[in-house]
């Protein structure tokens, strides 16, 4: 079951310049995206979700800490995490949101 939502480009909303509206599609990559980039605290109606990688980024001996992070609060939004790569900075997620 995949999410449908606005869609972002560059963090900004995406409008279809020939219609002037904007662009719903597929979600699920950008709300993972967003609960890895995001801090506790910064979503107001789920305060505790974010991981926040940029606390671990460069930290010594933190790739299983940060893996870890990753998978607890994606699977409180309702996604099962099959793999987790962390690969220069980059975060690479593979699997999909299951049923709550």
Do not use: C
Not at 13 to 24: E, K, M, R, V, Y
Not at 41 to 46: I, R
Not at 57 to 67: F, N, P, R, Y
Not at 68 to 91: C, E, F, M, P, W
């Amino acid at each position: 079951m995949t999410s449908r939502d606005l869609k972002l480009e560059n963090n900004d909303l995406a409008i279809d310049p020939s219609a002037g509206d904007f662009f719903i599609g597929d979600s699920d990559t950008q709300h993972v995206q967003d609960i890895i980039n995001s801090w506790a605290g910064w979503w107001k109606e789920f305060p505790t979700i974010g991981v926040g990688i940029k606390r671990y980024l460069g930290a010594s001996g933190g790739i299983q800490i940060v893996k870890r992070a990753i998978k607890i609060q994606l699977k409180s939004d309702g996604y099962r995490t099959d793999k987790i790569v962390i690969n220069n900075g980059q975060v690479y997620v593979t699997g999909e949101r299951g049923s709550r």
